[in-house]
């Protein structure tokens, strides 16, 4: 017997927290009959439900994409813009592992294992993520001070592991920065800047926990090695 979120999550069709939401909120049915306590336990034979439709035993797939800018992470799109599993040729029911804004390029994990999902976005897993951003104007050694004494962001303050100043362009009045931060909140690193009322014009993920894109070209992918996808699950907290 294993338990409902856990089976939800290796299904692929969501992660681990979202399979918990999805049962708490009376969307997942055993046997024809909702089950909506988080302990519950199923087996091979019981026949699981998600939003009305029945779970298969799919296979894990993952995949390192470097996402170019102006394609949406997520899986559909209503308004019919590129997303980032338009450039992955599978036909498992992947989804992008956290999120990068629209003009964001850079590090994107994708994958239909669930609990892989959680490991790399759970914030008790402390997953580094190095990004670069392009800023316009030049950024001051006082600007930097105060976002490493930390920032506020939806509640709770939010201190980079690091901020450097790597390169400034004085002609364009542009600086590029390097950050690395653990969590993963929205626009996280744009609203970091623009606390100190600078604007990101360009951003780049350049690393998750170990995985970067330098031998893929803007749109390209590669499937992980079965090495890499253990290392991912030797982070995760016990
Ligand atoms: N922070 C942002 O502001 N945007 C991203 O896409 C990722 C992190």
């Known amino acids: 017997m294993e338990r409902l979120a856990k089976v939800i999550a290796e299904s692929g069709v969501a992660s681990r927290r979202k399979a918990e939401d999805l049962i708490v909120n009376g969307k997942v049915k055993v046997n024809g009959v909702v ?14 439900e998600v939003l009305g439709k029945v779970l298969s035993k799919e296979e894990k ?4 994409l470097n996402k170019p800018r102006g394609v949406v992470t997520t ?4 308004k019919g813009r590129k997303t980032v599993t338009d450039f992955i040729d599978t036909d498992k029911r992947i989804y992008p592992i956290g999120r990068l804004d629209y003009d964001t390029t850079g590090v994107l994990l994708l994958t239909n294992d669930g609990d ?19 800023i316009k104007g ?3 050694g006082k600007e930097i001070n105060k976002i490493k004494s930390g920032i506020i ?8 592991l690091r901020i450097k100043s790597k390169k400034i362009d004085k002609k364009n009045n542009t600086s590029m920065v390097e950050i690395i931060i653990e969590e993963g909140k929205n626009h996280e690193v744009k609203r970091i800047f623009e606390s ?4 990101v014009l360009k951003l780049k993920r350049e690393k998750v926990a170990f995985f970067d894109v330098r031998d893929l070209k803007s749109g390209e992918y590669r499937k992980l090695t079965p090495k890499e996808v253990a290392r991912v699950y030797g982070l995760a907290k016990k």
Request: cysteine-free; glycine content about 6%.
């Open 153 to 160: 962001i939806d509640g709770t303050k939010v201190i980079p």
């Open 196 to 199: 100190v009322g600078l604007e």
């Open 61 to 64: 797939v993952y995949f390192l």
């Open 138 to 140: 030049i950024i001051t």
């Open 75 to 78: 899986t559909k799109d209503e």
């Open 116 to 134: 892989f999902a959680n490991i790399l976005m759970h914030p008790s897993s402390k997953i580094e993520k190095v990004y670069i951003a392009k």
């Open 35 to 48: 089950i909506d306590k988080l302990g519950s336990k199923v087996s091979e034979k019981d026949i699981v």
